[in-house]
């Protein structure tokens, strides 16, 4: 069983920095891209932030050249380095990940972590 488990949310002012963790764990043979998204409240969840296995990366339009993604492939794990942050990043961001598993493939997603930007 795949398992992708989030860190390193919490409330931070606008303007500050934060980072996010996602590892994957378990039966897992192959990672292919891995991304963020999230959700503030009463909005559907949006695209943040997504690298694939060779490391292009892809961003919103809202993150550019604040927010970072980048992955250590031998620890199954991606990153979300998110600086000038501002008011409108409040949301509870979800990992992802195309994850190929003993004969079958599959997008497994964390359980979410809550980042807060307010004075």
């Known amino acids: 069983q795949v398992q992708l488990v989030e860190s390193g949310g919490g409330l931070v002012q606008p303007g500050g920095s934060l980072r996010l963790s996602c590892a994957a764990s378990?039966?897992?043979?192959?990672?292919?891209?891995m991304g963020w998204y999230r959700q503030a409240p009463g909005k559907q969840r949006e695209f943040v932030a997504t690298?694939?296995?060779?490391?292009?990366?892809n961003y919103a339009d809202s993150v550019k050249g604040r927010f970072t993604i980048s992955r250590d492939n031998a620890k199954n794990t991606v990153y979300l380095q998110m600086n000038s942050l501002k008011p409108e990043d409040t949301a509870v961001y979800y990992c992802?990940?195309?994850?190929?598993?003993?004969?079958?493939?599959?997008?497994?997603w964390g359980q979410g972590t809550q980042v807060t930007v307010s004075s």
């Open positions: 992802n990940a195309h994850i190929w598993t003993w004969g079958t493939s599959g997008d497994y």
């Open positions: 378990g039966r897992i043979f192959r990672i292919d891209h």
């Open positions: 690298i694939d296995s060779g490391g292009i990366t």
